[in-house]
């Protein structure tokens, strides 16, 4: 078939919790379902309620009965150059990779049971971030061995939560999408945006899934042997965010999984000193203040007095002007 435009495949996964199969089945009849026969000897599912889920799953709305457990999707432009072919001809089985899941891929690196599962391969952070035996005892020797060093240690648990984050952030981005998030109801749910200052609740959906791009970018940064460095406000506070759920994960004298594999270090799990050397200004963090409502705005004269810019969520992610930004073309890992 020759087709003279371009052609993009979209997968989608989906997948529901059904508590009430009784709530669903009558959501489904109601909306002009009909199930399948029950022919089959040893059906499982007599009442068809995988067939109902599907009918009503056609729609964005919420199913009565069921809750969301992953709702993502993939977008691929079709090249024939790269071996593209259309499914309708294609020899082979269309196959889509969403990748582990969050919680699978935290638990690997923390060394905790998992189900049998290919591991992905981490970064080698032993030696990304080769470290020098200290010095000296000494906490204040200015010998340039006895200054802070990012150990893998550290490194490898900032990227856990990193990663954690950016894949948390895009399933609940989907699920959430353009609606509000609601404290009192959504506390404990939505586990990242529930978590970010008032102003970001009513957030759409495209600008919750470049935040979580914002912890894939600082993860990125990590993987390549460099320090996380935040080229915008909300990868400011991707970071924090990060550095809060490594200090509150415990991991020191961790010695299980591919973490406890990692030499070890002195200045492993300084999670005080992460915040105090990678970030210009702790700026951001003041909005988690009621004593300074409406500092987001630069007209503002505290605002302008402290010279703190714009910290509206609108703009969140401008490149900020003293590094280097990132690629504006690079696309979303989701």
């Not at 992953?70 to 432009?77: E, P, R, T, V």
Request: aromatic fraction near 8%; include cysteine.
């Amino acid at each position: 078939m020759d087709l003279t435009g371009t052609v993009v495949r979209v997968a989608t996964l989906r997948e529901f919790h059904v508590h009430d199969e009784q709530a669903v089945l009558k959501a489904a009849r109601s909306a002009g379902w009909e199930p399948l026969p029950n022919e089959a000897p040893k059906n499982d599912d007599p009442q068809d309620v995988v067939g109902a889920v599907m009918w009503l799953g056609e729609s964005d709305r919420e199913i009565e009965g069921a809750d969301t457990v992953k709702d993502a999707s993939q977008g691929l432009k079709l090249r024939t150059e790269s071996g593209h072919e259309l499914a309708n001809w294609s020899e082979g089985p269309v196959v889509v990779d969403f990748g582990m899941g969050w919680r699978h891929k935290a638990a690997v690196r923390r060394g905790e049971p998992t189900g049998p599962s290919a591991e992905e391969k981490a970064p080698d952070f032993a030696a990304l971030f080769p470290v020098e035996v200290p010095h000296c005892d000494d906490p204040e020797c200015e010998n340039e061995q006895c200054q802070w060093q990012l150990t893998p240690r550290t490194a490898d648990a900032l990227y856990a939560e990193l990663c954690v984050l950016a894949d948390q952030a895009y399933d609940d981005s989907e699920e959430l999408g353009d609606r509000t998030v609601v404290p009192d109801e959504h506390d404990g749910t939505w586990g990242v945006f529930s978590c970010l200052p008032q102003l970001t609740f009513a957030a759409d959906l495209q600008w919750r899934r470049r935040f979580a791009r914002a912890a894939d970018d600082l993860a990125s940064d990590l993987e390549r042997g460099q320090w996380p460095e935040p080229t915008c406000t909300a990868e400011e506070l991707v970071l924090h965010l990060a550095i809060r759920d490594a200090a509150d994960r415990e991991v020191e004298g961790d010695t299980a999984g591919d973490h406890g594999k990692l030499p070890s270090h002195r200045d492993d799990y300084d999670f005080g000193m992460c915040s105090e050397v990678f970030f210009q200004d702790t700026d951001v963090l003041m909005l988690y203040n009621a004593r300074f409502e409406g500092i987001e705005d630069p007209d503002g004269e505290t605002n302008q007095h402290m010279g703190i810019g714009d910290l509206r969520a609108a703009g969140w992610f401008e490149p900020f002007l003293n590094v280097q930004a990132r690629d504006p073309h690079r696309g979303f890992r989701r």
